[in-house]
C-alpha cells in the first residue's frame, strides 16, 4: 500500500531536549516536505527536499533541521525545542504530477 | 512569496445546498492549485486539483474554478451532505528555484447541518 508514514504520532516534551521526528514513503517520490499546522495559520511549509542530499527552506524553518540521506526517509530535527513549536506537524510526499501525499500527522507539545 | 487567501473561514449550509470557497494568489508564476479536505484527526486529502491551462473541473459534485487574469479560484460542492463537514485547504503551487513550493490558504471549515 502505498504510503507516508510518521513517528511518533504524539510526542510530549520540555523545553530544550532534542527531539527527531521521522518521515517515509514507499512511493519512490523524489519530493518531501515538512509543514506545521497551527489554528487560523493553516499549513506553513518547514523545509523541502527534491532529491538526497538537496534540501532548502520552507516558508518558516527557524528551529528546524532536516537530513535526506535516503530517498525514502526525510526526518525533521528539533535541536532545542521550545514551547512556540508545540504544534501539529505533517510529513508530505509528491511526484512529477505535483501531487503531495500527506502522512498521518506528528501532534508535539513542548512544555 | 506567494500569499493565499481563503474565504470564508467557516461555512454552514444545510444539507443539499451548494457551498462555495474561494482564495486569491498573489503570484502570477503559480500555476497548480490543489484543494485538501481534512476530517477531523485525520491527514489533508486531496480532493480536486486544476492546472493553469484550464478554466474549470468538475468531478462528481465537485468543482473548481480558476481565474488567472484576477488571480482567484473557487471550490464548489453541490447537493451537500454531512460527510462534506471537514476543513477545506486551498493551495497555489509555483516553482522556486529547482523546486516547486505550495503554499496554503489558512482553511475553511465545512458545516453541512441535517
Known amino acids: 500500500e502505498a504510503q507516508v508514514t510518521q513517528n511518533p504520532r504524539y510526542l510530549i516534551t520540555v523545553t530544550g531536549k532534542k527531539l527527531t521526528v521521522t518521515c517515509s514513503q514507499n512511493m519512490n517520490h523524489e519530493y518531501m516536505s515538512w509543514y506545521r499546522q497551527d489554528p487560523g495559520l493553516g499549513l506553513r511549509q518547514i523545509y523541502y527536499?527534491?532529491?538526497?542530499?538537496?534540501?532548502d527552506k520552507g516558508d518558516v524553518p527557524e528551529g528546524y533541521k532536516v537530513s535526506r540521506k535516503e530517498k525514502r526517509n526525510f526526518p525533521l530535527i528539533l535541536e532545542s525545542p521550545s514551547p512556540n513549536q508545540t504544534s501539529l506537524y505533517f510529513c508530505?510526499?509528491?511526484?512529477?504530477?505535483?501531487?503531495?501525499?500527506f502522512g498521518p500527522g506528528t501532534r508535539l507539545t513542548v512544555l | 512569496g506567494e500569499n493565499v487567501e481563503q474565504h470564508p473561514s467557516t461555512l454552514s449550509v444545510q444539507e443539499g445546498d451548494s457551498a462555495v470557497i474561494k482564495c486569491t494568489y498573489s503570484d502570477s508564476a503559480s500555476n497548480y492549485f490543489p484543494w485538501y479536505k481534512q476530517e477531523l484527526g485525520k491527514r489533508p486529502q486531496l480532493i480536486i486539483d486544476?492546472?493553469?491551462?484550464?478554466g474549470e473541473k468538475k468531478d462528481q459534485r465537485i468543482a473548481v474554478t480558476l481565474n488567472k487574469t484576477a488571480k482567484h479560484f473557487s471550490l464548489h460542492i453541490t447537493e451537500t451532505q454531512p460527510e462534506d463537514s471537514a476543513v477545506y485547504f486551498c493551495?497555489?503551487?509555483?516553482?522556486?528555484?529547482?523546486?516547486?513550493?505550495?503554499?496554503f490558504g489558512s482553511g475553511t471549515q465545512l458545516t453541512v447541518l441535517p
Open positions: 493551495a497555489a503551487s509555483r516553482v522556486r528555484g529547482s523546486a516547486r513550493q505550495l503554499t
Open positions: 486544476i492546472r493553469s491551462n484550464v
Open positions: 527536499s527534491m532529491n538526497v542530499e538537496v534540501t
Open positions: 508530505a510526499s509528491g511526484g512529477e504530477a505535483d501531487t503531495q501525499y
